[in-house]
């Protein structure tokens, strides 16, 4: 086949045939095409778009170029959430121990956070001594015996994805929606679970800016679910706010416990709930949905979420301490809180700003080699809709040797305030 002819035909709006997706992923991957042909290709998909049968291909050829994991050989319904990526998601630390109490199999492979989105792993490796790289036997192990693991993603899995999310981050093609698609099912897909929810967040601080591309994203990653033989559901959530009220590593944790020990009730419990009484619908675990809510409630109240997640502590090696008593997670002492200049109500939250702020303190990365620190963040006192007082406290700000004062000026340009009462936006718009 001739790459320059593929080329053409995406440019000139015709389909590629399966033959012809193949041939371009599995030659990319190999390096026998070259990165400025592989380019033109990605820039003719941006524009032109792919069917639900060239996604469905091209996701199946990704998949193809690396490791794909089978849990056939363990008993037992496997499931995957996905987050599109948000300010203050730290949901799978929840989620997982709550779904293995209620007889689910969750084998999650996470990654690292990157610009305003924080990453799972980060967030886990908070606690001392947790282990997020463990061999697949340890993993499948533990998965069965405990009912939930969360680890790094296998560098082998998905080659051809690495590849071209290098070339799409330099080359304008990002925010492609097939692109998009193909990238997170292939790694979603590969990880071999049986049953996955996809958290398609929009809004301030998600990637998807509004519900109408949320919800396409949405469509497209679920027909290639079901084109794999997989049952598949997403959520379209708000983040134009803060999800919780902790933004940074140890923040984020100490949240977590907290919700596992019954003792948070916000936002962040209400979509973690949410999601938990969704997985347990589709795989079929408790289809009536108030049932499904008590099964999940109850899990947090009694304390075997909490105990599930100490269990997943212990068997990867991190200071179970911790989660009996969370204020030993390190968390900076050095504080100070951002007040508000008038009095009304917050119509509008910044939240990717509140997200690059983090960055700024040390919490984030804006390259994957930065390092991060685990101790600094913000903790965000109001949401949308709330009251303030002129001089009341937005925000707080953790730091650590990272301190520029201008950050309070950029903490407080995160929030605007009205003079008159706003509507509240829904947490969860829709569930498809």
Known sequence: MNIVEIIEKKRDRHELSSQEIAYFVESYAKEEIAEYQASALLMAIYLRGMSDRELSDLTKDMIATGKVYDFSDLEGIFVDKHSTGGVGDKTSLVLAPVLAVCGLKVAKM???GLSFTGGTLDKLESIPGFQVA???????KQVSEIGCA?????NDMVYADKKMYALRDVTGTVSSI???ASSIMSKKLAAGS???????????GAFMKDVESATELAKRMIQIGKDAGKVVNAEITSMNDVLGSMVGNSLEVLEAIETLQGKVHNDFYELCVHSAVTLLQSSGICTDEKAAHDMVVKTLNDGSALAKFKEMVASQHGDTSVV??????TISDKTIEVLADTSGYISKIHVEGIGLLGCALGAGRMRIEDAI???VGIEVYKKHGDAIEAGEALCK?????????SFVKQAKDCFTISKEPVEVEPLIYTVL
């Open 134 to 140: 463990i061999s697949e036997e340890d993993f499948k």
């Open 110 to 112: 996470s990654g690292r």
């Open 324 to 329: 009996d008593d969370p204020s030993k997670l």
């Open 178 to 180: 097939p692109l998009i």
């Open 373 to 375: 620190d685990h101790s």
């Open 397 to 405: 700000l953790y730091y650590n040797e990272v301190f520029d004062e």
């Open 194 to 204: 049986d049953v996955i929810l996809l958290d398609v967040k929009c809004g301030d």
């Open 150 to 154: 969360i680890i790094g993603q296998s």
